[in-house]
């Protein structure tokens, strides 16, 4: 079995490959397995999007939900025995802002809860901020707040690993 405690961030681009990656560090894992899911499915394209995820996963993992509360799912679920998976930080971000709650308050809860929590923890998040600047100003605000909380996730994280093209490539490797 690997470590049972760390924290892992995982950063790519759109469809770079970072959930199947951040779903094979799993392997081996002989305790509980739970996905932290934080996309809604508010279209079907969306929704397929979402079985596509579940059907790769298999029935070998427990499916959380949450939309808003991701500090108080990771509370919950997370235990020394458990890898914990969150899917994804840049969408629970997205939920946070369309539903205007304070996206610095959202993060710092989420930090608070990171840092209690035991066990293997494996973030997934978008880096946003590769691309051009975007033409509107929820866009930009979307980018600074996923940007900022990629920032802060990282530094509490003991392994952040970037995705590109499929390959993983270690930003901060472990100690």
């Excluded at 690997?2 to 959930?19: F, H, N, P, V």
């Excluded at 508010?42 to 298999?58: C, P, Q, S, T, V």
Aim: aromatic residues 4%; contains cysteine; proline residues 3%.
């Amino acid at each position: 079995m690997k470590d049972k405690s760390m924290k892992i961030l995982i950063l790519g681009g759109a469809r770079s490959g970072k959930s199947a990656y951040a779903e094979s560090l799993a392997e081996g894992w002989t305790g509980e397995r739970v996905y932290i899911a934080t996309a809604q499915a508010h279209d079907e394209e969306m929704a397929e999007r979402i079985n596509a995820h579940r059907l790769r996963r298999g029935e070998e993992w427990k499916t959380v939900g949450t939309v808003l509360d991701l500090p108080g799912a990771l509370s919950k679920e997370a235990s020394r025995d458990n890898f914990i998976l969150i899917d994804c930080l840049t969408l629970w971000l997205t939920n946070v802002l369309l539903a205007e709650r304070d996206a610095g308050r959202a993060v710092d809860e989420l930090i608070g809860a990171l840092g209690d929590a035991p066990g293997k923890i494996v973030l997934v998040s978008n880096e946003v901020g590769l691309g051009i600047v975007p033409g509107n100003a929820l866009a930009r605000r979307f980018r600074d707040v996923a940007g900022k909380a990629n920032q802060r996730v990282a530094r509490q994280a003991d392994e952040v690993v970037l995705i590109a093209a499929g390959l993983p490539m270690v930003l901060k490797p472990a100690r």
